[in-house]
């Protein structure tokens, strides 16, 4: 028919308009909405021809859908907890579908073998995986757990439910599809756990082993008509009774497309051991087929909070959870701990759930915040029995950043194509381990050629320029035959991962360019309201001056970007450089920005000359912490150092004025009278009260004096020994001198301090002693005791003997004694002391130097402060001391005997000054 006046012509396009425009306002789910154009503007067949084209070139938001099938096995071989099984994993497919736009339908099969009876039944029909379209799949799917036996046969008719499958997802969508739309996928997932059985179906022939071959010829042919009409078969076993073969032919002979290059996204079979794991594997094989991805999450019991990780490359995603129990409650909250809705918008991410009132639940997320998502789940008393479990499914849709340089190419120059992605919420992805096994393909289209395709690398080979940076080059020849506007269109394949495929225009340059342009900006981290510089070199080989414009093109969404100055002007006749700086405003969310610096020529149709990829990290403004942490840390340990400082001295202070050990001798015309040992504790602050006894006619004696009486000894901090008697005023005493007290003297010994508080003992010489010993006993027997002796200078004295005997005689024995004693570096002093049933006494002369004995070589020195006690330093006197100890013992036995012993000793004294390690 020919249309022969504008009349004819303008009714046609009138019709059209009608005819379309309700289904355009309306449109697709997921689809935004397209206002209709005013009735006295009809558009022409050129314009609905370019809008159409428009409309394939900028891709709808979200994932691609695809139309779907599950179908399941109701054969009589397969027991009510296994129809249970399959009823929740074809309710998973359906709840867990992360596109708004895919169509689902859910058919049971089994056989026909008598009138009444049908092969398939459908359950659901192709249905919308909207909102709504869920809630009825949700409803619909449950009916999969009542087999009707009187309408449906007990075998297993594969032919019959692909026939089913194959010809509910030919049906068209409502509304058509634009021309240039890629076609939606369609999958059909089959579950079954055994073999055709066809044997008793009267319409495969008349004797079983008939209709067991017409069966398999009918499903080759079946197989055959799906590949035609390209669906894919996804066939998932359970059970030992599977006909491997069999399902490895259906995978093989349906439809062999994938949605990516990725291994495993072509159609296979899959058998697992029983239908507990028909879930998990179902997902697996669901995700597979449409280039998603799973996240495996934790499980447990109600109530439980259960956890799922969504990494940072997904911008679609459905938290799936196997309820098993309609009466388990769900609540959501995001890695932020935020309690998200379950319908509407919270934060960015746009959030609808769906199978509430069902065994499965799922929250559809589009833009999820990437991290670890908590779900909590609770159910009431009598429904807490079955174990609950959370899995993702997601995928990243990602945008792709793409440079091409020369950006105005010539036909047959080389060019170098970069590609960075970018995901919808335009975050830049820079960590390689998102994108494992990414592979990147660029396809160059335009007027005078065939399309080039070529595969871009992030490798570092040239024109790479680092490994791992996430920035994908390649290179290609603009073919010779180029003439007009090109089209650069990228593929990113990697499970779980897809490309939005947005294309870049550029038109070819022909001749040599009058203007050229090459624009550089700095790599840089900036904090929001910082700017970033950059430069522009123009060369204007023009008659006259150009303006040229700067702009930002394809930035992160929400960044606040401007380029200062947006027009420069090259000066004709030569080379110019322009600096300029890009400012990051306020409000620019933090990461890496995403976008190009592009210089273009207003004069030449907006052509682009040049651009560069904006490398800016966005990050938080730095706090007082982060300006003044070293100063505060520094500070903090510098205080700590002055207190750790200060204890160490108080301590040190403390336990020069301790008074433990101190000896106060009690004298008399020459005589010792009484003596007085300081012990641990009975020094406060330095201070020791005494008073002397000597009422009654008795000896005087000394003893402590309680509740603050007596006379008061006191060191000071520096080791400085002072006396204050009762009523009297202070004197300052020295260690081993005698001073008056009351009608006595007294004398201070072991608290000789030398220069700056430190222990001024000063003893070098050497000594000699003697022991003897003692020993008797009854009988046969064995005797041994020991004496010892102390003296306030640290010194001491033993002596030891034994003796051994037979009935009716007697033995000989030995014994041994030592002492030891200091000097004052006068001559002609003695001491005398006992304890422990032996005696000692010395005299000296003063002389000599100390060397230690063997016996006291063998017992450590002190330590203290964690320094080992050092030889004296100086020497304040010598002696020469002679020594001699005696000692006895007894000991008992069964017998008669005696012994004697006696032994000598030798000992060394030493002489020591300013060491208060002496001390």
Known sequence: MQWTNKGSALLLAGALVALTGPLAVAGTPGHPRTPRAPAAAAPSAAQLAAGTAAEAADPAEGPDPIDFAVVVDQSASLADKDLARETEAAGLLSQGEISER?????????????????????????????????????????????????????????????????TRLGQKRAGGAAAKAPATPKVVFLLTDGKLDVSDSPEYGTDAANRQSNGERRLTEELARARAAGVQIWPLGFGTEIDRAALTAMAERGYRGACSDVPGSVPHMRVVGSSAELDKALQETFAAARCARISHGTAGKPPADLTVVIPPIATDGSLTVSKHDPKVRVTYYDPAGRKVPTRGEFDGSTFEVGGQDGPVEALRVKN?????????????????????????????????DVTLDPASPRAGEEVTVSVRMQTRRGVTVTDPRQLADLAVAAELRGDGFAPVTFRLADDGRAPDRKAGDVRFTGTLTVPAGATGDLELTTRMSAPGVTSDRRPLHARVTQGTPLVTAGVVLDRATVHPGSTVRGTLDVTNNDAGPRALRLAVENQTPGAELSVSPATVTAPPGGSTRIPFTVTVGGGTPLGELGGRIAAMDPGDGERVLDDAFLEVLVVAPPTWWDRWWKAVVGGAAVLVLIGVFLVIQIMVRRRRRDLT????????????????????????????????????????????????????????????????????????????????LDAYEIVVRGGATGRNGRSGRSRTGSRTGSGSGYGSGTGSGFGMDDGSGFDTDDEFGTGGGFGFGTSGGSGSGSGFGTGGGSGFGTGGDSDFRSGGGGTDSRTGDGSGSRARTDREGRIPRPRRFGRSWRPGRSGGTTDNPTTTGTGSGTGRGTGNGSGDGSGLSTGTGGTTAGDPDLF
């Open 102 to 166: 895919s169509r689902a339908t859910v058919i049971g099969f089994s056989s026909s073998e008598k009138a009444g009876q049908s092969p398939v039944r459908e359950v659901c029909e192709l249905t919308v995986a909207d909102a709504a379209g869920r809630e009825r799949l949700s409803a619909c799917v449950q009916l999969l757990n009542k087999r009707d036996a009187a309408r449906m046969g007990p075998g297993t008719d594969f032919p019959a439910a692909i026939r089913q499958a194959v």
């Open 368 to 400: 999820p915040l990437p991290g670890r998502w908590r779900v909590h789940i609770e159910a009431p008393e009598g429904h807490r029995d079955r174990e609950v479990a959370v899995r993702a499914i997601w995928q990243g849709m990602l945008r792709s």
């Open 661 to 740: 050990g101190v000896t106060i001798e009690l004298r008399a015309d020459g005589r010792d009278l009484d003596r007085l040992t300081i012990g641990r504790g009975q020094s406060t602050r330095g201070s020791f009260a005494f008073a002397i006894d000597d009422m009654g006619g008795a000896p005087p004696t000394l003893h402590r004096a309680r509740n603050g009486g007596g006379h008061l000894l006191r060191r000071t901090g520096t080791g400085q020994m002072l006396l204050r008697p009762r009523g009297g005023t202070q004197i300052s005493l020295r260690p081993g001198e005698p001073a008056g």
